[in-house]
């Protein structure tokens, strides 16, 4: 059984700053990307970023284009979401998700941690 496990979240104020963090643990994988997404109070969950581990590529969500980095270890299937100039609007339970090779899906979820950005 894969577990993935999310930590660093927490509240702050808006401009500031958090970095996430995403471990695995339990069975070993080899995956072929990782992501971040997010789900606000009343809202469907949306893709925040994600990282190709064959090349580094990353994409992002245009709403956090220039404020967000995503990185890790693929070794580890470990990945980090620094968040930068956070705003209230980003406020939302962020999951960490991995994606096997071979594999279409996203199969691995985190069970998620909560960001808080007060005005």
């Known amino acids: 059984q894969v577990q993935l496990v999310e930590s660093g979240g927490g509240l702050v104020q808006a401009g500031g700053s958090l970095r996430l963090s995403c471990v695995s643990s339990?069975?070993?994988?080899?995956?072929?990307?990782m992501a971040w997404f997010r789900q606000a109070p009343g809202k469907e969950r949306e893709f925040v970023a994600r990282?190709?581990?064959?090349?580094?590529?990353?994409y992002y969500a245009d709403s956090v284009k220039g404020r967000f980095t995503i990185s890790g270890d693929n070794a580890k299937n470990t990945v980090y979401l620094q968040m930068n100039g956070l705003k209230p609007e980003d406020t939302a339970v962020y999951y960490c998700?991995?994606?096997?090779?071979?594999?279409?899906?996203?199969?691995?979820w985190g069970q998620g941690i909560q960001v808080t950005v007060s005005s």
């Open positions: 998700a991995a994606q096997r090779y071979g594999h279409a899906a996203y199969e691995y």
């Open positions: 339990g069975r070993t994988f080899s995956s072929q990307s």
């Open positions: 990282v190709i581990w064959n090349g580094r590529i990353t």
